[in-house]
């Protein structure tokens, strides 16, 4: 059995923020990959990365007539929550 020390309440607090950060990042993968697929299947791709993402977005903002609006309105709930799944992680303390 390998015995290891206590973990400071600084080092767990750590640990959360590494394990929350992964869990976000995780789910805006999802998330984008899931616009691009549904995008795809009507015929709408866009260059790979999460800044491209941004204009197969446009295209479910706007009253683009190559997507069905059953598709839209569910496309853009995919946007809105890939918007919403951020950290400004540069004003972590750590």
Not at 52 to 64: F, Q, R, Y
Request: with cysteine.
């Amino acid at each position: 059995m390998r015995f290891v020390e206590v973990k400071s309440p600084d080092q767990q607090s750590v640990m959360v923020l590494h394990k929350v950060r992964q869990i976000l990042i995780q789910q805006r993968t999802q998330l984008s990959n899931a616009i691009r697929g549904h995008m795809a299947e009507f015929g709408l791709v866009g260059p790979i990365g999460r800044e491209n993402l941004a204009e197969l977005v446009k295209i479910v903002e706007a009253a683009d007539e190559r997507l069905p609006d059953e598709a839209r309105v569910n496309a853009r709930q995919y946007a809105r929550r890939c918007a919403g799944v951020g950290w400004p992680w540069h004003m972590s303390t750590r």
